[in-house]
């Protein structure tokens, strides 16, 4: 089987319009579904038994994820300069085996610090290996008027990472115990993840550009419209983590059965794909920015009328499938409007710096939600998140008005 993975991703010829292009979108497609899968989303289905088994709380045990995705945004500006400067291969197969250490470590802790130590190294892969390198791939080695379809390719399956692997890791760990279903895990991540990233990714490289295009992306720090963008990502992730986190809770302060409340919840993960395709096809007629625009004032609305109707049934079901719309938007609207905005070179490291901010909140917001909720309850929670998704909105629609110059006009991505 894995003779038959390999031989399928190898020598991808990368010619527009040639099936290598496919052969390629597709190992990268392969590999952030079980990378996100495995090194993000299981842990939801492993918390309980982990802290039982440590004797932690599981406050304490969810600090690890929190350092995994602090340390993955300190990475993402030295692993951007890296990818603009030598390609994605050896960048991604090398975090692939890291993140397969560091599957096997995890499996074996028996103290917090240990756990805590683990997920540095989780949070050093992951930003080796998830959706910043794999879309830098992407923007180095394909055709410009393809590379809005091939990002839509790789989010579209990777969308269903929540949806597979946090079901599987519940019946693993139903069947076996925590550590044993990590082991499994390993074996799944490690057998894709390190075989494809190896050998899909090896004729690509960096975009070559010639020497004057050779600008530093720092340019992008002096224009307005990327604080504006930076703005409305980093309000977004926020407002999107404390919903992640905190909604099943909410939905149950407004009387709704714990397990109705995690089905309802359920429902972003599978909107999120809805969403992208929506986003995409749009792109015949609006551009990224303001289709992202009007998405997450969509949301910021949705989300401010649950309150009002959550104690519904049918008034929850609408208000989430609205907002859901736009819980995978970011992953495909951020490239498009970074290559819009600025262009193609330097690409991975302008996105690193965006990404830096961006995982801080990911990474803080569930915290700063829970301190809140406990302070002054769910719904003035529910009805900032309400305001940040409002907010970005406005921020990205007015960075409409404000022109940004390319570092290579031709290579920015047509229709974005």
Known sequence: MIRGILSTAAAPDLKPGSGGR?????????????????????FSALIGPMSSDLQISTATAAGALTIAVLTTGAMAIPVGRWLDARGGHALMTVG???????LAAWSQVQTAPQLY???VLIGVASSMVLYGPAFAVIVAVTDPVRRTQSLLAVTLVGGFAS???IPLTGRLVDAYDWRTTLLI??????FLAIPLHAVALRHTGPRRVSAPERASPSH???????????????LHSAALAVIAIHLVLYLISLGHPPAIAATLAGLLGLLSVT??????????WLPMATIAAVILMVQGIAIALLPLFGRHLLGTVVCLVLFGLGFGVASIATPAILLDRYGSTGYATIAGTLATPVLISRACAPLGGAVLAAAVGYTTVILLVAAACITAASFLALTRWLPAHHADPAAACPGA
């Open 185 to 190: 895990l390993l074996a799944i991540y490690g």
């Open 220 to 234: 992008v720090l002096r224009d307005p419209g990327f604080w504006l963008l930076a703005g409305a990502f980093v």
């Open 163 to 165: 949806s597979i692997f």
């Open 22 to 42: 496919w052969r390629l979108i597709a190992a990268l497609a392969v590999t952030q579904t079980v990378g996100y899968g495995v090194l993000y989303y299981a």
């Open 275 to 284: 969403g992208r395709v929506v986003t995409t096809v749009s792109l015949r």
């Open 96 to 102: 692939s085996v890291l993140g397969a250490i560091a």
């Open 117 to 119: 130590a683990v997920f």
